[in-house]
């Protein structure tokens, strides 16, 4: 009797034993499993963080894949619009070389090719401000619901002053300290759409400008780079089939009066336009990436 007690009571030590033994296996193996979950639960945060990190600063750059999709596209719905208000801007050459083509080649001083070429500076401003409020009325971005000629009454004058000062301080910057002339010029591309939609004008547009443009001038400078580089390829082009020693079907149109000389003035034009969509597409990427 003594004896099969104490196997019992063996037995019952042996199974506590085992007992307890699994429990601590156990407990020793549920914190492996949280801990490779846990750590496995890490790895997707980091990857999300990462993305997160990665999809912001995509956010919050200005890519020039964007610019130049975001600049076809206008000019696929409004380019020819802009062109012909360019043409406007152009009128007094091209009506030079229509009616008076023998005075693009004449010799000394010709007072009519100076005073057309200077109404055509002067009326560059107000019509790429016109163009510019076309852009922006089609986006419902003028301000106050202003209309086409609100914008143009509002903006005429301003414009021109706004527009010569920066482009003249830009080109003597250029010429005299070349590299501070081209950031200059590259923080002021947008000041006439800041003029226009926003309706900040003088000093005050120069400086809105270059803060928008401040942490994109070397996107700005690749955009831009690329951009002259594609318009005096195509100007080229374009003298090049149009001149007297091209084909005879090239030299037997009516447009081709003195050489390419007219052919030019209607590609600079839509040229002009291009350009002025381009900085209208730019502000509007810098501004959707301020307001981010």
Not at 80 to 107: H, S
Not at 126 to 142: F, H, N, S, W
Request: overall charge positive; aromatic content about 8%; charged content about 15%.
């Amino acid at each position: 009797m003594v004896g099969f007690n104490r196997s019992v009571r063996r037995m019952s030590l042996e199974g506590l034993f085992h007992h307890q033994n699994a429990r601590t296996q156990g407990s020793r193996q549920a914190p492996t499993v949280s801990g490779e979950k846990w750590v496995e639960s890490r790895r997707c945060e980091r990857r999300e963080a990462l993305l997160y990190g990665t999809l912001q600063r995509v956010e919050h750059s200005l890519s020039i894949k964007r610019l130049w999709s975001g600049l076809l596209s206008r000019l696929a719905g409004s380019g020819f619009q802009c062109g012909l208000l360019g043409l406007l801007a152009f009128l007094p050459i091209g009506g030079m070389a229509l009616l008076a083509p023998d005075q693009i080649q004449a010799e000394g001083d010709n007072e009519f090719a100076l005073a057309a070429l200077v109404l055509s500076r002067l009326l560059t401003p107000p019509i790429a401000a016109l163009m510019v409020a076309y852009l922006a009325r089609k986006e419902k971005r003028l301000p106050d619901g202003m209309s086409l000629g609100g914008a143009l009454r509002s903006c005429f004058f301003p414009s021109i002053g706004l527009v010569l000062a920066v482009a003249t301080f830009g080109f003597v910057a250029t010429l005299c300290l070349v590299f501070p002339g081209i950031a200059f010029l590259l923080a002021t591309s947008v000041v006439l759409p800041v003029l226009v939609v926003e309706g900040v004008s003088g000093p005050q547009a120069v400086k809105r400008s270059w803060e928008l443009t401040r942490e994109h001038r070397w996107t700005l400078l690749a955009f831009w780079s690329g951009f002259f580089g594609l318009a005096l390829t195509i100007c080229s082009i374009v003298a090049l089939t149009t001149t007297r020693m091209s084909s005879e079907i090239a030299k037997s149109l009516p447009i081709v009066q003195t050489d390419s000389f007219l052919p030019l003035v209607v590609t600079i034009s839509f040229l002009y336009a291009a350009m002025i969509a381009a900085s209208y597409e730019i502000h509007a990427q810098l501004v959707r990436i301020e307001a981010i």
